[in-house]
């Protein structure tokens, strides 16, 4: 039986598929197993999936009716998975390797039920990346959640497959911010999720994908707060506050029209100016960003903050 079991959603993405398996192959800890998902690609993807699992065995190819990456996740959670660890990764994301090494001695404590590090934000190769994540210090928390998701991506989340099982797992109901709703019952339940302090997953930023649609993230957000509101938790001002400074930055990068940032910025100072602006550094940056994005030309814009 493996140690960790990577569940690996793919629709089409015969352009990335190949550089995220090479990644989970590149770990110095080799006791995985890859369940990739094929959620109904139409492109090269399965094929390509079946070449490299000619070459190493770990890696297995499920076919799967397209019904989205929650229903894809767990389905291999729950029919596939073999090992006591849950590894999430997304197909055009790439791992570091040494994070399922960084992940054994955290998880010989019994008391810890899941854990993500640190991310770093590329385009094209891993080595492109020039915007790192902030990992906090405390773990979980709801409150934390509501305001910048720390953990940000599925790709840098490994859970125990009793405490996900518990949870009750993805709903596939919620198409964009599926993964903050199921953190939020996740920790509410009782699990605990540590940080970890190391850089664990390189993210491919992409203007076209599922976190992009900042509108529709927004509204996957309010169904996290409906979830957050039965664990008898209500988000703070600077809790909302936070999360459209978070918004105003993603604009920025995925260079969004020139009001976009400007309108999550100024909504995150009306909820409250003490939260937009903690700390004091990064609320600056974003606001005065925000303000300087709406006069720049685009292609000054792109090259600053893209």
């Not at 006791?31 to 079946?50: F, M, N, P, R, Y």
């Not at 699992?53 to 397209?66: F, G, P, Q």
Request: charged share 20%.
């Amino acid at each position: 039986m493996p140690r960790f079991s990577i569940i690996l959603p793919c629709f089409n993405a015969q352009d990335t598929i190949e550089q995220t398996l090479s990644g989970l192959i590149a770990q110095s800890f080799q006791d995985w197993e890859a369940i990739c998902i094929d959620d109904g690609s139409t492109d090269a993807t399965a094929e390509l999936i079946k070449d490299i699992a000619k070459t190493d065995a770990r890696i297995h190819l499920v076919r799967h009716a397209e019904k989205g990456p929650s229903a894809a996740r767990n389905t291999g959670v729950s029919q596939h998975a073999h090992g006591d660890l849950i590894a999430f990764c997304d197909a055009d994301d790439i791992w570091h390797p040494n994070k399922l090494l960084q992940l054994i001695s955290v998880f010989d404590d019994p008391k810890i039920d899941g854990a993500f590090g640190q991310i770093a934000f590329f385009h094209n190769t891993p080595e492109d990346a020039h915007t790192w994540s902030t990992v906090p210090t405390a773990p979980l928390s709801i409150n934390a959640l509501l305001g910048e998701n720390p953990v940000c991506t599925m790709s840098n989340l490994t859970l125990r497959k009793s405490a996900f099982l518990n949870c009750g797992g993805f709903n596939p109901e919620i198409v964009h911010n599926e993964d903050l709703e199921m953190l939020v019952r996740l920790v509410g339940k009782g699990a605990h999720i540590l940080p970890v302090a190391k850089l664990q997953t390189y993210y491919r930023t992409t203007p076209d994908g599922l976190s992009a649609n900042l509108d529709a993230m927004l509204k996957g957000r309010e169904q996290a707060l409906a979830t957050a509101a039965r664990f008898g938790v209500q988000p703070s001002r600077a809790s909302h506050a936070i999360h459209h400074r978070y918004l105003a930055r993603r604009a920025l990068r995925l260079d969004r029209a020139r009001s976009t940032a400007l309108r999550h910025s100024l909504t995150g100072l009306l909820h409250s100016p003490a939260g937009f602006m903690s700390p004091a550094r990064r609320g600056a940056l974003t606001l005065g960003a925000a303000l300087v994005a709406t006069v720049l030309p685009r292609g000054i814009r792109r090259s600053l903050f893209c």
